[in-house]
């Protein structure tokens, strides 16, 4: 093992922060790393045999480590990030700007500016806006720039000193810069910073500036200028609403990341937010060298190898939180000579902006592979692994919920092609049979989670609960069986859509009562599976010996992922239902008495002891004669307290 022979090398290595450089035997650097503790760091290598192929390819080809030791971890990654650009070694994760979409440059180094398509944004003083998806989008933007505003289109030494315009002056599409008498440079500047407006996404800005002019123009009767500033007004808006239909002041200037990660390649999209709007959208791409990594250490490489080349903003948001984010900070904050803010947002419109960089991240990625999505081989292996007639397109989970059999509940989450439908998510509340004893006050039946799926229940012939008798809390089997069939008639009702694939969360127990409640539904011929926890084994109904899927299958991945989220769907749903049942008082099941009442009643006599112990003419003046006689009559049947 090639790592092992610098053993020693590493024993003597320092416990400072600072940066080592891996080199093959051809002399080149292979691998760039920083490092809080250099010693700590290099000799974690010692033990990382098996942890991925990456590393592993890495550990075999290593012949020599060479350090740099700096003063503080901040200065460790601007020096990893530079070394890493100018080395380019084939082990770190390399990412490049996507120059498959152009960008308009507004050319502010010319006295009279155009707009020009651009492959590369360049440091040389003008403004650069895109990348254009389609391609086509930038020419129609540069299209816009001379027929709404005049930017002239030649490429000719302005001087105003020609004696005539040429032809685009008298089609409308230039302002005619060349003769001074027709355009001077404070009109022609004018309709430029109306183009950068544009291109910054600042179109309400740049509309009412426009119907300021239009205004004007038609107080001073210049009506033919009022109709161009008026038309122009329109397009303006209409961009607008196009370019940015999630806007909102609150985001101000932020870049917002989102990668998705493939099986040889990931992406990164940065949204660039200005005055709330997203004005640009940037793409990194990776090659072969971030096959396998997390997310969390694409970030971290994005962000380094982005703010390289520009200034970031006051503030950054992140899908995940990469480990070294503190550091992060740190650096671009030194960079910027100003405070630098990295979050991860949880929920809300943030969130939200997180999530549509992550799909547009998903969207180009697959893109890049030919249209292939990466969870197809997960679903080819389910096919395979299960025998299945055709792709499990529609996978379908089912979890249940309880405390000691209180309060049980289930969900049901829909999994289509490889992605969570949430919108058809369901939840249960698992009725108790016949024989369950009183557990109080409106407590002995709890109402459906969704009154749907308990109407095409009770039209089920058999019996509502499948197991009545004397125990209080139906088990397990049963409820994963009750579960199944209002599930499946309600589908069944509706003509569909039905399963490819029914995901049990269990095992032979829980899956046999489910395929006794498809029976009785005529679904037998549904293809049912268990997952149990412990030893992620399939069970299926065909074979006595489950399926096991190798760790890293990406079909163990899938059914993994659908399990796991619904069961986190189940237990947000129990966790309500145990605190509506903390809540709950006696007074809800009186017939008249609302949450308005129930809180008039409460603070008029304090305690439902008091409310038990009113009399009617207490009672009239609070809730009404109707109410009143009806809050008697159930305390009258259930009798006094002891």
């Given at each position: 093992m090639a790592i092992q022979d610098l053993r020693d090398q590493i024993a003597r290595l320092p416990e400072q922060p600072g940066v080592y450089l891996y080199g093959n035997a051809a002399g080149d650097t292979i691998y760039v790393g920083k490092a809080r503790a250099l010693r700590d760091r290099v000799r974690s290598y010692l033990g990382a045999r098996g942890s991925g192929p990456k590393t592993d390819a890495l550990l075999d080809e290593v012949t020599s480590l060479d350090v740099i030791v700096t003063d503080s971890v901040v200065e460790a990654l601007a020096l990893?990030?530079?070394?890493?650009?100018?080395?380019?070694?084939?082990?770190?994760?390399?990412?490049?700007?996507?120059?498959?979409?152009?960008?308009?440059?507004?050319t502010l180094s010319e006295a009279f500016p155009r707009v020009l398509v651009a492959r590369q944004v360049a440091k040389d003083g003008d403004l650069y806006a895109g990348p254009f998806l389609p391609a086509t989008l930038a020419r129609r933007t540069i299209t816009l720039s001379h027929k709404l505003f005049g930017l002239r289109s030649c490429n000719e030494v302005i001087t105003g000193l020609r004696p005539r315009p040429c032809l685009e002056y008298d089609i409308k599409r230039c302002l005619a810069p060349c003769v001074a008498a027709i355009c001077s440079p404070e009109q022609y500047g004018r309709a430029v910073e109306d183009m950068r407006l544009l291109l910054e996404g600042r179109v309400d800005e740049l509309a009412r500036d426009l119907d300021g002019r239009m205004r004007e123009a038609a107080g001073a009767e210049r009506f033919e200028e009022a109709a161009h500033h008026r038309d122009a007004m329109r397009v303006v808006q209409a961009v607008g609403a196009r370019q940015q239909k999630m806007a909102?002041?609150?985001?101000?200037?932020?870049?917002?990341?989102?990668?998705?990660?493939g099986a040889e390649s990931a992406v990164i999209q940065v949204f660039q937010v200005r005055r709330g709007r997203v004005v640009e959208r940037i793409t990194l791409q990776s090659g072969a060298s971030a096959a396998g990594e997390g997310p969390d250490a694409l970030i971290s490489a994005a962000v380094q190898q982005f703010y390289e080349e520009q200034d970031p903003p006051r503030e950054i948001d992140l899908p995940v939180a990469p480990d070294d984010l503190d550091v992060l900070e740190a650096w671009l904050s030194s960079k910027a000579n100003r405070r630098v803010k990295i979050g991860v947002p949880q929920r809300g419109d943030r969130r939200r902006l997180v999530d549509l960089a992550v799909r547009n991240a998903e969207v180009a990625a697959r893109a890049r592979t030919g249209g292939t999505d990466s969870r197809t081989?997960?679903?080819?292996?389910?096919?395979?692994?299960?025998?299945?007639?055709?792709?499990?397109?529609?996978?379908?989970?089912?979890?249940?919920?309880?405390?000691?059999?209180?309060?049980?509940?289930?969900?049901?989450?829909?999994?289509?092609?490889?992605?969570?439908?949430?919108?058809e998510y369901r939840k249960y509340r698992i009725r108790q049979g016949p024989g369950t004893r009183d557990r109080g006050p409106g407590k002995n039946?709890?109402?459906?989670?969704?009154?749907?799926?308990?109407?095409?229940?009770?039209?089920?012939?058999?019996?509502q609960s499948p197991v009545p008798g004397p125990s209080r809390f139906l088990d397990d089997f049963a409820a994963m069986a009750q579960v199944v069939q209002r599930r499946f008639a309600r589908v069944v009702e509706a003509g569909g859509p039905f399963p490819d694939l029914l995901v049990i969360d269990g095992g032979r127990g829980q899956l046999d009562?489910?395929?006794?409640?498809?029976?009785?539904?005529?679904?037998?011929?549904?293809?049912?599976?268990?997952?149990?926890?412990?030893?992620?084994?399939?069970?299926?109904?065909?074979?006595?010996?489950?399926?096991?899927?190798?760790?890293?299958?990406?079909?163990?991945?899938?059914?993994?992922?659908?399990?796991d989220e619904a069961h986190r769907f189940a237990v947000t749903f129990h966790r309500q239902a145990r605190r509506?049942?903390?809540?709950?008082?006696?007074?809800?099941?009186?017939?008249?008495?609302?949450?308005?009442?129930?809180?008039?009643?409460?603070?008029?006599?304090?305690?439902?002891?008091?409310?038990?112990?009113?009399?009617?003419?207490?009672?009239?003046p609070v809730v009404g004669e109707r109410c009143a006689d009806a809050v008697l009559t159930h305390f009258a049947r259930s009798g006094p307290r002891a």
């Amino acid at each position: 093992m090639a790592i092992q022979d610098l053993r020693d090398q590493i024993a003597r290595l320092p416990e400072q922060p600072g940066v080592y450089l891996y080199g093959n035997a051809a002399g080149d650097t292979i691998y760039v790393g920083k490092a809080r503790a250099l010693r700590d760091r290099v000799r974690s290598y010692l033990g990382a045999r098996g942890s991925g192929p990456k590393t592993d390819a890495l550990l075999d080809e290593v012949t020599s480590l060479d350090v740099i030791v700096t003063d503080s971890v901040v200065e460790a990654l601007a020096l990893e990030n530079n070394l890493i650009k100018q080395r380019t070694p084939k082990y770190n994760i390399l990412l490049r700007d996507d120059k498959n979409y152009p960008y308009l440059r507004l050319t502010l180094s010319e006295a009279f500016p155009r707009v020009l398509v651009a492959r590369q944004v360049a440091k040389d003083g003008d403004l650069y806006a895109g990348p254009f998806l389609p391609a086509t989008l930038a020419r129609r933007t540069i299209t816009l720039s001379h027929k709404l505003f005049g930017l002239r289109s030649c490429n000719e030494v302005i001087t105003g000193l020609r004696p005539r315009p040429c032809l685009e002056y008298d089609i409308k599409r230039c302002l005619a810069p060349c003769v001074a008498a027709i355009c001077s440079p404070e009109q022609y500047g004018r309709a430029v910073e109306d183009m950068r407006l544009l291109l910054e996404g600042r179109v309400d800005e740049l509309a009412r500036d426009l119907d300021g002019r239009m205004r004007e123009a038609a107080g001073a009767e210049r009506f033919e200028e009022a109709a161009h500033h008026r038309d122009a007004m329109r397009v303006v808006q209409a961009v607008g609403a196009r370019q940015q239909k999630m806007a909102t002041t609150a985001f101000g200037d932020r870049d917002v990341f989102g990668v998705a990660t493939g099986a040889e390649s990931a992406v990164i999209q940065v949204f660039q937010v200005r005055r709330g709007r997203v004005v640009e959208r940037i793409t990194l791409q990776s090659g072969a060298s971030a096959a396998g990594e997390g997310p969390d250490a694409l970030i971290s490489a994005a962000v380094q190898q982005f703010y390289e080349e520009q200034d970031p903003p006051r503030e950054i948001d992140l899908p995940v939180a990469p480990d070294d984010l503190d550091v992060l900070e740190a650096w671009l904050s030194s960079k910027a000579n100003r405070r630098v803010k990295i979050g991860v947002p949880q929920r809300g419109d943030r969130r939200r902006l997180v999530d549509l960089a992550v799909r547009n991240a998903e969207v180009a990625a697959r893109a890049r592979t030919g249209g292939t999505d990466s969870r197809t081989p997960a679903l080819e292996g389910l096919r395979d692994a299960l025998h299945l007639p055709g792709l499990p397109r529609r996978i379908e989970c089912i979890d249940i919920s309880t405390l000691q059999g209180a309060e049980t509940v289930a969900s049901v989450v829909v999994c289509e092609d490889g992605r969570m439908a949430k919108g058809e998510y369901r939840k249960y509340r698992i009725r108790q049979g016949p024989g369950t004893r009183d557990r109080g006050p409106g407590k002995n039946t709890e109402p459906p989670a969704d009154a749907a799926e308990s109407d095409s229940a009770s039209a089920l012939p058999g019996p509502q609960s499948p197991v009545p008798g004397p125990s209080r809390f139906l088990d397990d089997f049963a409820a994963m069986a009750q579960v199944v069939q209002r599930r499946f008639a309600r589908v069944v009702e509706a003509g569909g859509p039905f399963p490819d694939l029914l995901v049990i969360d269990g095992g032979r127990g829980q899956l046999d009562a489910a395929y006794g409640a498809l029976e009785r539904l005529g679904l037998a011929n549904l293809v049912a599976v268990g997952l149990a926890k412990r030893e992620e084994l399939v069970v299926t109904r065909d074979s006595a010996v489950p399926v096991a899927f190798a760790p890293s299958s990406p079909a163990l991945r899938l059914l993994q992922q659908i399990r796991d989220e619904a069961h986190r769907f189940a237990v947000t749903f129990h966790r309500q239902a145990r605190r509506m049942r903390d809540l709950r008082s006696e007074l809800d099941v009186i017939p008249g008495v609302g949450p308005r009442r129930r809180r008039a009643l409460l603070t008029r006599f304090g305690s439902l002891t008091g409310v038990r112990r009113a009399t009617r003419e207490d009672l009239v003046p609070v809730v009404g004669e109707r109410c009143a006689d009806a809050v008697l009559t159930h305390f009258a049947r259930s009798g006094p307290r002891a």
